[in-house]
């Protein structure tokens, strides 16, 4: 489309407040500086936004997309204006001190994206993300701001090979337990380590990145498909630089963010992640995504969802096929396409003007044969992977993750740890016995703070032969690669007065996912006369700062009012 085709803008633009007239004279001198010509500066300034890093292969792409992003910009009639911001990556902080940065790195995402955008009056954004919390916080960003925006994520790594077979992270932290055993020698474990990760993107199972990927498309904030292409296929250039010709037809045509994140999105978008058995993450991000939408949505609505919706996807960390795999079956539009034949996906607006009925009705088939998806009539498991619970232990709520094979009823003495150190310690040691209900507290969102993820501690329990023979609670969260009988986001948390911070060694527990209940019968309203808050890990920077203003995991742990 020629530039005298295109649908013309609709004045004014944000942008007019830092480029037009007399008065304007010095912000447009140092536009003039970075290279921006008067014809340039005239057009549309839509930020490229991008959490690029060098830290992990999870966001090492994304200066690259970057880069056709702005082409696409260009090419569409408008000027980019790219900004980095800051990616904190799960994979190695986790089990330290560092994982408390993950969650609050969400927020800082968020409002680091805010500042710039508002700070600039920018017309429009594309966001391109890669891992776990850089997703939410892009499509939180697109919420608050909601102005004409398109949200790109960077692809999934390829899969490790290892004596014939996909292996992913998840089989490193798993061989960690397994070398803490004795089960296998330091050899072993190298060659573990060196075969999991073979490039750019973002691990490479149903864990939390690629299910917030799947949520961005579900949510219509990412063209369906684009969001399945590994990173480091070519065509994800392609992928961009189509994101920066969309992001300036939804400028022309008005097509903002909160028109597209409707109730039915919500809906659509936990269906998909119960379809998938997706991490539990994406509890707590789509409750903070719709807080910024301002659409009301509850800890109960996932439920609803769980419960209506069979899994049909064969993915780790419970299941046999990668992500690389998912997208060879059909990606996402495989998934939303067995769920709307079953009459369990809503119709609904997207970012690209066509809805999502169209768009599934373009999207290619999947291949013939395929074992990675089934129709909701042959399902892996017949609800998802998840249930809300409630009880003396967590009268806000609570999240089991369901193995689908294991339990449903888990009943053992608690085994009270103060901190994920302490326990993954514990664990290391041999002193966890099958059927000890592990309890893990103080690592909620503001007595972590930041709401640490347990997967060194889950890993160590399979690699020692214990994943399914103890169960596990605590106030922080999982990874999406953690499976077992694993229950988290208990609230209220211990350090705000939960009743997990009451527990004692020994004190009977009871998990109950038929009737949805978590409990226990020691007496806790004896204990909290003599109970007070234990000390502030942290007083000073970011996260004391995050620890006051934090809300309830049941709320989606935001800060913003």
């Not at 037009?20 to 014809?39: F, I, N, Q, S, V």
């Not at 330091?186 to 199972?205: F, H």
């Not at 067995?338 to 690209?352: H, I, M, Y």
């Not at 998840?386 to 053992?412: A, D, M, Q, R």
Request: aromatic share 4%; glycine share 12%; with cysteine.
């Amino acid at each position: 489309m020629s530039a005298d085709e295109r649908i013309p803008l609709r004045a004014p633009m944000r942008s007019d407040a830092i480029k037009t007239g007399p008065d304007r004279a010095p912000a447009r001198a140092m536009l003039h500086a970075t290279g921006l010509d008067a014809e340039a500066i005239a057009r549309p300034l839509v930020a490229v936004v991008h959490t690029w890093s060098n830290i992990s292969p999870c966001n090492l792409n994304l200066r690259e997309l970057a880069e056709a992003a702005s082409a696409g910009i260009r090419a569409a009639g408008g000027t980019p204006i790219e900004f980095n911001t800051i990616a904190v990556t799960d994979g190695i902080a986790m089990g330290t001190s560092g994982m408390r940065a993950s969650l609050v790195s969400r927020e800082v995402i968020t409002d680091s994206i805010e500042l710039a955008v508002d700070g600039h009056c920018l017309d429009a954004m594309v966001v391109l993300c890669g891992c776990d919390k850089t997703i939410p916080a892009a499509a939180m960003a697109l919420a608050r701001l909601n102005i004409p925006g398109v949200a790109l994520y960077g692809g999934s790594i390829a899969h490790g090979t290892l004596d014939g077979k996909p292996i992913t992270v998840q089989q490193v932290f798993e061989a960690v337990g397994s070398h803490g055993a004795g089960k296998i020698s330091d050899e072993r474990l190298c060659t573990i380590e060196r075969a999991a990760c073979p490039g750019a993107g973002a691990c490479g199972g149903q864990y939390t990145a690629n299910t917030m990927a799947m949520v961005l498309s579900a949510l219509g904030l990412s063209p369906l498909g684009l969001n399945d292409i590994a990173a480091t296929d070519p065509a994800k250039r392609e992928a961009a630089r189509h994101c920066g010709e969309l992001v300036l037809d939804c400028l022309r045509n008005e097509r903002k963010p909160r028109d597209i994140l409707g109730p039915q999105a919500f809906r659509n978008a936990m269906r998909v992640v119960a379809a998938t058995a997706g991490s539990t993450n994406a509890v707590l991000h789509l409750l903070a995504i719709a807080h910024e939408a301002g659409v009301a949505l509850g800890i109960e609505d996932f439920e609803t969802a769980a419960a209506a919706t069979p899994v049909i996807t064969d993915l780790m960390p419970g299941g046999r096929y990668t992500a690389i795999e998912m997208t060879a079956a059909g990606g996402m539009a495989a998934v939303a396409r067995e769920l709307r034949v079953a009459g369990l996906l809503e119709d609904a607006p997207t970012v690209s003007g066509r809805s999502l009925f169209e768009e599934i009705d373009v999207a290619p088939e999947s291949p013939a044969g395929q074992q990675v998806v089934h129709p909701v009539a042959r399902a892996f498991k017949p609800r998802g992977g998840y249930t809300i619970l409630y009880g003396n232990l967590s009268p806000e709520g609570c999240i089991l993750k369901l193995s689908g094979t294991g339990p449903v009823l888990f009943e053992g003495p608690a085994r009270v740890f103060e901190s994920e150190e302490a326990c993954f310690a514990a664990v290391q040691s041999g002193v966890i016995q099958s059927g000890d209900v592990i309890v893990i507290r103080n690592e909620g969102p503001a007595g972590g703070p930041g709401m640490r993820e347990m997967l060194a501690v889950t890993a160590a329990l399979v690699g020692r032969g214990l994943g399914d023979q103890v169960a596990l609670m605590t106030d922080g969260r999982f990874s999406g690669a953690s499976y077992g009988f694993v229950v988290g986001h208990v609230a209220p948390e211990a350090v705000r007065g939960g009743a997990i911070g009451l527990l004692r060694d020994g004190d009977r527990i009871r998990i109950d996912a038929a009737r949805r209940v978590i409990e226990t019968d020691a007496d806790l309203d004896a204990r909290r006369a003599g109970w007070s808050a234990p000390d502030p890990k942290v007083s000073h920077g970011v996260l004391a700062k995050y620890a006051r203003l934090v809300g309830s995991a049941a709320k989606g742990a935001v800060t913003s009012p």
